[in-house]
């Protein structure tokens, strides 16, 4: 009797464990799965990053050969400051919940960069697009992507 008793409290401690065990980790193999799933979307969207940066070195090479192409013998050539293009100066002004992306477009429409999704790609790739810091930045048209990113990643007292 003692016996039969024992054997039944045993079976009910191991189907006991058993359901615990399975309802603490009921998806292993999902999680690891979702897991490297994960992973690759990041991969992939790094190197999505990449080929957009390289598309846009590709066409602005593209956009300097066709310029350079378009003027004809007889023109005369410009004096070197009119070729230049006047230096844009403003104050970017980052308030909180403020992202790369918004400050990448007010940078576009203020025309101190030519392409806000170019330099958004470029905060990407720097992993700098969630390190905008609220404040006021002085920047201008002369800054390239990495001087742009710098001060806005800068934080401002």
Known sequence: MIRRLLQIFGIAFLTAGAVLYFTQHPFSSEDKANASKDTEISELKQQLAEVKMALADAQQSSEQKNESGKTDGAAAEKPESEKQDPVIKTILTLSPGDTSRDASDTLEKSGIIKSASEFEAYLTKQELSGKMQI???EVDS????????????????
Do not use: W
Not at 142 to 157: G, I, W
């Open 135 to 137: 404040g006021q930045h």
């Open 142 to 157: 002369s800054m390239n992507f990495a001087a742009l990113a710098k001060e806005l990643t800068t934080v401002k007292q």
